[in-house]
């Protein structure tokens, strides 16, 4: 079992930044790490996700204003979102992979202000 706990989120104008962060604890297997969201009456999707080996994937929505980083050992992951717009308010996820199966933190909120 995996457990996920976030943290970070808040309120921001348009413009600002915030740094969200995720902690994994009860496995040391996990293989990729990643961060999703979901806005109001739209579907959870993709914000970014590293491995292992610190490959990364991004949405292209967040290129170039988002950076995910981690610890290397897969448990600590950090979204640092620059720039951000009122678009970017969700509720953002934390998501670690291991073994097939996915597991998800419980949330934070994000709103960025216009």
């Known amino acids: 079992q995996v457990q996920l706990v976030e943290s970070g989120g808040g309120l921001v104008q348009a413009g600002g930044s915030l740094r969200l962060s995720c902690t994994a604890s009860?496995?040391?297997?996990?293989?990729?790490m990643g961060w999703y969201r979901q806005a109001p009456g739209n579907k959870r999707e993709l914000v970014a996700t590293?491995?292992?080996?610190?490959?990364?994937n991004y949405a292209d929505s967040v290129k170039g204003r988002f950076t995910i980083s981690g610890d290397g050992a897969m448990t600590t992951v950090i979204l640092q979102m620059n720039s951000l717009k009122p678009e970017d308010t969700a509720v953002y996820y934390c998501?670690?992979?291991?073994?097939?199966?996915?597991?998800w933190g419980q949330g934070t909120q994000v709103t960025v202000s216009s």
């Open positions: 998501n670690a992979a291991l073994w097939g199966s996915y597991y």
């Open positions: 590293i491995d292992r080996s610190g490959s990364t």
């Open positions: 009860g496995s040391i297997f996990i293989s990729v």
